[in-house]
C-alpha cells in the first residue's frame, strides 16, 4: 500500500515540479527507468512470494540505476554506448518479463 | 552462508543467465536469500520508508522521462521544418543563379554574333564557331529526326530490363549513322558524355534517367533509320524485343529541337591570369 502511494505521489511530484533534465544526463534516462522497472517488478514478486524484504528491494532497485547508467556510460567513453544500452535493456527486458510472467502466474492462476 | 556457496559453487556461475532463464529461476536470488537469512517463521519486515521514497523517485523517473521525450517531439519537428525550409531558398537561390546564367550566355551569344558580322574574316570566324559549337554540343540545335523509344519489359522480368549498355550501343549505332547530334530524354550528350548506370538507375551525365528511355538523333530520318536498321545496334534491340518483350520504337520526327550540353568544362584551356 505504502508503495502504491509512494508510486502515485512520485508521479504528481514529477507532473507538478517538471524538472528538466540536464543534456548530460539525457542518455542515461531510459536505462536508469528500465533498470527501476526490473526492481518494481522483482518487489511485486517476491511481495507475492511472501519473501519481501525492503533492504533488499531499496539496495537492488539503487544498484539497478547506477550500474546500468554505468555500464551505457562506460559504453559511450568506449564508442560502444548504443550497443550497451541495447545489451542492458535486452537483460533487463527478459528479467522483466519472467518477473511479470510469475507476478501474471501467483494472481490470474495462468 | 550455504546458499552463496551452492550459487558461486558452479564453474559458469557468473554465465548462468540463460540456464536461469530456462529454468524459470530469473527472480533476484536476494529476495531469497533474504528470506532464508531470517528465523524461519518469522513475517518479513513490513514496508518501509525506503520502499515509499524508491517508489517514489520510479514514479518521478518514469514522468519526467515521458515529459523529455514530449518536448523533444516538438523541437525535432521544428529543426526539420527549417532544414526543410533552407533546402528550398538554396534551390530558388540556385534557379535564380542559373537563369541569370542562361541570360548573360545569351547576351555574350548576341553580342558575339553583332561583333563577328562586321568583317568578312568576323564572318568566316563565325562560321567556324558554329559549327564547332554544334560539333561541342555548346548550341542548342533544331531540326528533323529520328526518334528513338526503349523501354523495360513491361512485364518486370530481370532479363528484360535496359542496362547501361544497351543505350551505349545503340547511342553509338545512332552516331555511326550519321547523328549530328543526340539527346537522351531531353539530355544533350557531348562527346565525353557517359552514360553509366549506378544501382538500378541509368546515369547520363551522371544524372540519374526514368525509363522510358527517349533518344533524339538529329539528322535526315531515312538515312538514319536504315543506317539503324543495318547495324549492330539495330540487330540487337530487334532480338531483345523478340526474345525479352523490351519495347523498341523507331519513329520519325519533323521537327526537333535539343538544348545545349551542360556545363561544357575546360580540359586545357584557362582564363588569362589563372595557372
Do not use: C
Amino acid at each position: 500500500m505504502i508503495a502504491l502511494i509512494g508510486l502515485v505521489a512520485g508521479v504528481v511530484l514529477g507532473f507538478v515540479l517538471e524538472p528538466t533534465v540536464p543534456l548530460w544526463l539525457q542518455p542515461y534516462l531510459p536505462i536508469a527507468i528500465v533498470a527501476a522497472l526490473d526492481a518494481m517488478f522483482g518487489g511485486v514478486r517476491a511481495k507475492l512470494d511472501g519473501i519481501f524484504d525492503d533492504k533488499v528491494f531499496v539496495v537492488s532497485f539503487l544498484s539497478n540505476a547506477v550500474i546500468s547508467a554505468m555500464i551505457v556510460f562506460l559504453g559511450d567513453q568506449l564508442g560502444v554506448g548504443s550497443q550497451l544500452s541495447t545489451g542492458v535493456v535486452v537483460v533487463l527486458g527478459i528479467r522483466i518479463f519472467s518477473n511479470a510472467a510469475a507476478i501474471r502466474r501467483k494472481l490470474l492462476g495462468a | 552462508m550455504r546458499m552463496s556457496e551452492e550459487r558461486w559453487g558452479r564453474p559458469d556461475a557468473s554465465m548462468s543467465l540463460l540456464a536461469d532463464l530456462f529454468a524459470g529461476r530469473v527472480a533476484d536470488p536476494g529476495y531469497a536469500e533474504a528470506a532464508a537469512r531470517r528465523e524461519p517463521g518469522a513475517s518479513p519486515r513490513p514496508g518501509r520508508a525506503g520502499v515509499f521514497l524508491a517508489l517514489l523517485v520510479v514514479g518521478l523517473l518514469l514522468v519526467v522521462a515521458g515529459a523529455q521525450v514530449r518536448r523533444s517531439e516538438p523541437a525535432l519537428q521544428r529543426q526539420r521544418e527549417r532544414l526543410i525550409d533552407d533546402i528550398r531558398a538554396r534551390t530558388a537561390e540556385t534557379d535564380g543563379l542559373q537563369r541569370r546564367l542562361d541570360g548573360l550566355r545569351g547576351q555574350t551569344e548576341r553580342l558575339r554574333a553583332a561583333a563577328l558580322a562586321r568583317s568578312d574574316e568576323g564572318r568566316r570566324v563565325r562560321d567556324a564557331l558554329n559549327r564547332a559549337g554544334a560539333a561541342a554540343a555548346a548550341q542548342a540545335v533544331d531540326g528533323s529526326a529520328l526518334q528513338v523509344t526503349i523501354d523495360d519489359d513491361p512485364g518486370g522480368s530481370v532479363a528484360g530490363r535496359i542496362y547501361d549498355q544497351d543505350l551505349q550501343l545503340l547511342v553509338n549505332g545512332l552516331w555511326a549513322a550519321g547523328a549530328r547530334a543526340i539527346g537522351v530524354n531531353g539530355q544533350r550528350l557531348t562527346a565525353t558524355t557517359a552514360i553509366r548506370t549506378a544501382g538500378a538507375a541509368i546515369l547520363v551525365d551522371y544524372r540519374p534517367l526514368t525509363p522510358p528511355y527517349v533518344v533524339t538523333a538529329l539528322g535526315d530520318p531515312g538515312s538514319l533509320g536504315s543506317g539503324l536498321t543495318g547495324s549492330a545496334a539495330g540487330d540487337r534491340f530487334r532480338m531483345l524485343h523478340d526474345r525479352y518483350h523490351t519495347r523498341f520504337d523507331v519513329h520519325q520526327e519533323g521537327e526537333a529541337r535539343l538544348p545545349a550540353a551542360e556545363a561544357l568544362r575546360l580540359r586545357y584551356a584557362s582564363p588569362l591570369g589563372e595557372p
